[in-house]
């Protein structure tokens, strides 16, 4: 079985999961994410949000507007956003809204811990050249030793992670939901051009996409049991 079979098997598993369901963490199961074995830039996000939920497509709301609008300054076209990546995040179903009414509900640790191995098995086959990590949730997961770093630290820089195929570039950037107060620094906002100065450069030595990404998915074999993981 190749790459992409062994992915779309994955993605018909991840489709099916109601692991947090069945623990009670949420009324329902809709796993979001998007992208084929070609899309190997990598979009690591914290859970999907509202419009995401509704509509199945990742990024559809205002934190995906502006996360197109610091990508096409990278010199990405803004049309071909959803061709150019592979979609995930740490839990992959709409959390609900935070009890705050401000932003959605942070996934909880276990949340996470219970789709950790739809994380690792997506990336384990999709085999990015390069990451971005949006939000401190997903950086810390992406980068578990920078976590003593401020996100100050982190944005504007490139990081690396040993994904077992060599070090890849991981680009670290605050989560553009707008929720928090970070962005609204604009000293923080220059980290950002900064970020985008440093994504445009590593543009040059990452893939094309070789896939239609929209193109429907047919489920093939079964993907092996939770014990065989
Ligand atoms: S968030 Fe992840 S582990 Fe939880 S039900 Fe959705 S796909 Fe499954």
């Known amino acids: 079985m190749n790459r992409d079979q062994q992915l779309n098997r994955l993605q018909c598993h991840i489709r099916s999961c109601t692991r947090c369901v069945e ?8 796993p979001i994410f998007r992208g084929r074995a070609g899309n190997r830039n990598l979009i690591v996000g914290q859970a999907p949000g509202p ?8 990024w559809s709301g205002a934190s995906g507007t502006l996360l197109r609008k610091w990508f096409a300054t990278a010199g990405f ?11 995930t ?20 640790a276990r949340e996470r811990a219970l789709c950790r191995s739809h994380l690792d098995a997506e990336i384990r086959l999709v085999q990015p050249r390069l990451v971005v990590a949006l939000g401190r949730l997903a ?31 991981v680009i670290p950037l605050p989560h553009p939901s707008g929720v ?9 906002r220059a980290l950002v051009e900064r970020a985008m100065v440093q994504l445009k450069h590593l543009r040059q030595d990452i893939c094309e996409p070789t896939v239609d990404p929209a193109a429907p998915v047919r489920c093939m ?3 092996p049991t939770a014990s065989q993981e």
Do not use: M
């Open 51 to 58: 419009r995401a939920h509704l509509s199945g497509v990742p």
């Open 23 to 30: 623990a009670g963490h949420l009324p329902v199961a809709n």
């Open 221 to 223: 074999a079964a993907w």
């Open 180 to 188: 928090g107060r970070w962005l609204n620094a604009p000293a923080n």
């Open 89 to 108: 995040s740490l839990t992959k179903c709409f959390p609900g809204k935070a009890i705050s009414g401000s932003g959605d509900r942070v996934p909880s």
């Open 139 to 169: 950086i810390d997961a992406i980068l578990p030793e920078a976590k003593s770093l401020t996100l100050k630290g982190l944005v504007g820089s490139i990081q690396t992670v040993d994904l077992g195929y060599g070090p890849v570039p």
């Open 77 to 87: 076209d803004p049309e071909r956003f959803l061709d150019d990546w592979y979609f």
